[in-house]
């Protein structure tokens, strides 16, 4: 062997420590099968698959093989060790050792031919990381078009009007980035525009960002990857089409992305799951109102069609609730306004319709607030209105609220604050 070992190479505080002399950290395993070395460190990423680990086959006394849960998914895709004809603690290597614990890892250490590999530690960190959630939303612009913005507290509490700042347009794009903070994005004045307005993590919208990205209107935006956002889809003028744009965590827009998915506008997007993937869906291609949607990874990559679930529709909500779930509802069907809601499981599985409550109406907006919950409000039913309703942390929608603010359609809303 190359060197002593530390007998406690994780540490009273249970996290990992070099042993003297040096432990080696190889890079990150993806594969579903590894051989490893004697006194070495291995990352195992099982996000993909499960993964086989085959020991060395010719160890040394004192000999180290430490093997850490990289992305905390052992849960879901096990580590099988492979003893590679050695014992495994006085077990022969015929025997199946998995394992299987969330956020788990192990130091094993080799005694000699009589016991083989001994876990010295085999830990689960239960430190599970809580992504910050968005206490706050705000609404903001608008048919008119429009400026205005309307700031939503933890309680899920809509402000009356906020003076505008930014140039005034219409169905325009909203998301979060950077945890805290937002911006709108996109959206028609006379025509289709691709700037943007920055919101601080106090509801503060800044002055227009000269755009990057193909100019287009009536698109959607989402979080992805926890602390980044995208912008997909939407109407040129010209006509629908699928392309997106990622924004960094700093909120600087990116250039076009080649679209993936069927091209169309009045799509919607939110977040899902507790490693920030997201899903686009429903919206209106060509005339055709369409369920379809499309997942986006938690590296912003677009995913191709899949079939839709629940009332084909545009112009809808969507907002994320209960910490790692999603909901879209309302919005224009084939037979008029909607008010019926779809919920989307913490794996992006959309769900079949849920009976409206609230008035049916289209082109209104939602996001999520006080962590957990949601809201949905403004839109138009005939006319223009600023009604609201709260989705508490279940995805169980309640019923109108009267409105607040200048009422308007076709706005967007966005998280901003992890503070209530």
């Known amino acids: 062997m190359s060197g002593a070992v530390k007998s406690n190479v994780f540490g009273s505080s249970g996290s990992v ?16 099968t590894v051989t490893v070395e004697s006194n070495r460190g291995y990352f195992v990423n099982t996000t993909s698959n499960a993964c086989t680990v085959t020991l060395p086959a010719s160890p040394d006394v004192g000999d180290q093989v430490i093997l850490l849960d990289y992305l905390r998914t052992w849960d879901t895709n096990a580590v099988t060790i492979d003893s590679n004809g050695n014992d495994f603690q006085n077990s022969a290597d015929s025997f199946i050792v998995d394992y299987d614990t969330e956020g788990q890892g192990i130091n094993i250490v080799f005694s000699g031919s009589t016991n083989g590999w001994i876990p010295n530690s085999d830990i689960a960190n239960s430190l599970t990381p809580v992504v910050p959630t968005s206490q706050k939303a705000i609404f903001g612009f608008g048919a008119g078009p429009t400026n205005i913005t309307n700031l939503v ?12 700042v930014g140039t005034a347009r219409t169905t325009i794009g909203a998301e979060k980035y950077g945890f805290d903070k937002a911006l709108f994005a996109f959206g028609f004045t006379d025509t289709a525009v691709s700037l943007s307005n920055l919101v601080n993590n106090s509801g503060v919208v800044a002055t227009d960002t000269t755009g990057v990205g193909t100019a287009r209107y009536d698109l959607a935006g989402s979080s992805y990857g926890l602390d980044k956002a995208i912008f997909a889809y939407g109407e040129t003028g010209s006509g629908d089409v699928s392309m997106s744009n990622l924004v960094s965590n700093s909120g600087v827009v990116a250039a076009d992305v080649t679209g993936v998915g069927t091209a169309r506008q009045g799509v919607r997007g939110v977040t899902y799951g507790s490693t920030g993937q997201a899903i686009f869906a429903f919206g209106i291609a ?10 986006v990874s938690s590296s912003g990559v677009v995913a191709s069609d899949v079939s839709g679930a629940g009332t084909i529709r545009t112009k809808i909500g969507a907002a994320t609730y209960g910490g790692d779930k999603a909901i879209f509802g309302f919005g224009n069907g084939d037979a008029g306004d909607t008010g019926v809601t779809n919920l989307v499981s913490n794996t992006g599985v959309v769900a079949a319709d849920v009976s409206a409550v609230g008035t049916g109406r289209d082109g209104l907006a939602a996001n999520g607030y006080g962590g957990d919950k949601a809201i949905f409000a403004y839109g138009e039913i005939g006319s223009k209105t600023a009604i609201s309703n709260l989705v508490n942390n279940s995805g169980v929608v309640a019923s109108d609220v009267s409105g607040v603010g200048t009422v308007r359609n076709h706005l967007g809303c966005a998280g901003f604050s992890t503070s209530a």
Do not use: F, H, M, Y
């Open 286 to 295: 060509g005339s055709t109102n369409v369920n379809t949607r499309n997942l």
């Open 17 to 32: 420590a070099a042993a003297a002399g040096g432990l080696k950290w190889e890079a990150v395993v993806t594969a579903s």
């Open 153 to 164: 507290s933890s309680s899920g509490v809509v402000a009356s009007d906020t003076t505008g």
